[in-house]
């Protein structure tokens, strides 16, 4: 096996079994498209035991990863521990603090996501929380955007950000989602209070399954013509209102 073009990706059945039965924690499993029979019903066991994404792609995406003899199998080793939000959460109040959180819903940049990690950081966030599918992966590119900041705070991988929404709520946390056709701007809300701010995809904003189970949508004031602004500016803005409104 040669050497992979980034250390933190690894390839082969052999070397890629070992890591996910000894362990070890994994960004994300890349299948081979077209792979059948035994390899990828264990690929599928294995990922499903150990809540690992799997994600299927072309033969090309796997070359241009690691090259070399990748036998249809990829894997991407994360650079930094992943949190459940049930135990997050109970630390944050036990601590007498009030919580602030941000949920990412596909976003999928590596620079977009490590600049909210940054802002998240400097203002205060007690975490970040991810979907298991559709996110970036926390790449060194991503380190290096957040300034070293996704190496200081938590960041939460939940299978669906809908049960993460729903444990917010019962666990007292608000969910105040960001919707360009609200009605309420951001500055009109109360966030003293323990929050969750939900940022959506650049393309297609939050999902609606989300937006519908949110306890507030709002939207950040615009006046020129450029539809939106980008996501990890967004983020910044929201945070920094919390930050401004609790001091």
Not at 15 to 33: H, N, R, T
Not at 105 to 120: C, E, H, K, L, P
Not at 180 to 186: D, S, T
């Amino acid at each position: 096996m040669q050497p992979a073009k980034t250390t933190n990706f690894i390839y082969g059945r052999h070397p890629i079994f070992d890591a996910i039965e000894s362990g070890a924690q994994l960004d994300k499993v890349f299948l081979q498209l077209g792979t059948r029979g035994d390899l990828e019903k264990e690929v599928r066991r294995l990922c499903g035991i150990h809540d690992i994404p799997l994600q299927y792609v072309p033969k090309e995406r796997l070359h241009k990863m690691v090259g070399g003899n990748h036998q249809g199998l990829v894997a991407h080793i994360s650079i930094i521990p992943y949190y459940r939000l049930e135990d997050v959460v109970p630390g944050i109040y036990e601590k007498g603090e009030i919580p602030i959180l941000l949920l990412l819903d596909r976003v999928t940049d590596v620079r977009n996501f490590g600049a909210i990690a940054r802002s998240a950081e400097v203002c205060g966030a007690h975490a970040l929380v991810v979907p298991r599918t559709e996110s970036a992966l926390i790449t060194a590119d991503a380190i290096k955007t957040s300034a070293g900041a996704l190496t200081r705070i938590n960041v939460c991988r939940e299978k669906s950000l809908v049960t993460a929404i729903e444990f917010l709520q019962n666990s007292g946390i608000q969910v105040f989602a960001s919707d360009l056709k609200a009605e309420p701007y951001l500055f009109d809300l109360d966030l003293s209070v323990p929050v969750a701010m939900v940022v959506g995809a650049e393309d297609e904003g939050v999902h609606p399954s989300l937006l519908s189970r949110s306890d507030q949508r709002f939207r950040i004031p615009q006046q020129g013509g450029t539809d939106s602004l980008n996501v990890s500016v967004a983020a910044g803005i929201m945070l920094y209102e919390v930050l401004r409104q609790r001091h």
